[in-house]
């Protein structure tokens, strides 16, 4: 038995940009609907699960009401990592604090922002929660999140080292786009294939 799971990161959010982590920023309505109508005219899935925060949950909210047989499901732990005192910041208005997303960027396991989420524990979050949807997904489903919590997921599917800061860096997770992983069972174990990251709608 195989399930497909769409991990599709939101859209392009509005405003100046920023470190937007917790901070509860929105998409334009018109994006929304263009990612909407394109995940329903690309993908099959009967099912829906996003985070809670407005740019996610907007989008599932839009899918569910254009086809009211697709059941939605919001999951608080697929947030995006809390970037403390400087989440929701704009870059423009960081000054001498910048050098503190620097050094962040540059060792994020080792360097915590001030009152931030450690990543130790954001990835620990969004890998229990993973589990969970993959041990009861009976059926293809659309997960609707962030940037980091994708790719949490994927270092999690892949086995890789989710505390390199390339793989942050390096590994790009567009807005609006989706990234597709395959899950087979076979004689009670579960074995996953990634068949595309971030294919840009």
């Not at 920023?25 to 263009?34: C, R, Y």
């Not at 996610?56 to 999951?75: I, R």
Request: hydrophobic content about 40%.
């Amino acid at each position: 038995m195989s399930v497909n799971i769409y991990l599709i990161r939101h859209g392009k959010t509005l405003g100046a940009a920023a470190l937007n982590g917790r901070t509860d920023v929105e998409v334009a309505k018109k994006t929304q609907q263009e990612i909407c109508q394109k995940l329903l005219e690309q993908y099959e899935f009967t099912q829906v699960v996003s985070s809670p925060l407005s740019r996610c949950w907007e989008l599932g909210k839009l899918l569910h009401q254009t086809k009211p047989s697709l059941s939605l499901q919001s999951v608080a732990a697929f947030q995006e990592l809390d970037f403390g005192r400087y989440d929701g910041v704009p870059y423009d208005e960081l000054g001498e604090n910048w050098r503190d997303l620097e050094a962040f960027w540059q060792a994020p396991e080792k360097v915590t922002l001030p009152g931030a989420e450690p990543l130790s524990l954001g990835f620990a979050r969004v890998q229990l929660a993973w589990q969970q949807l993959v041990l009861g997904c009976q059926t293809d489903t659309a997960l609707i999140a962030h940037g980091g919590t994708i790719r949490f997921i994927l270092a999690d599917v892949l086995g890789v080292n989710w505390a390199n800061p390339k793989w942050y860096s390096t590994l790009e997770i567009a807005n609006q786009s989706v990234t597709h992983i395959e899950i087979n069972r076979y004689q009670g174990e579960t074995f996953f294939k990634v068949k595309t990251i971030g294919a840009r709608l």
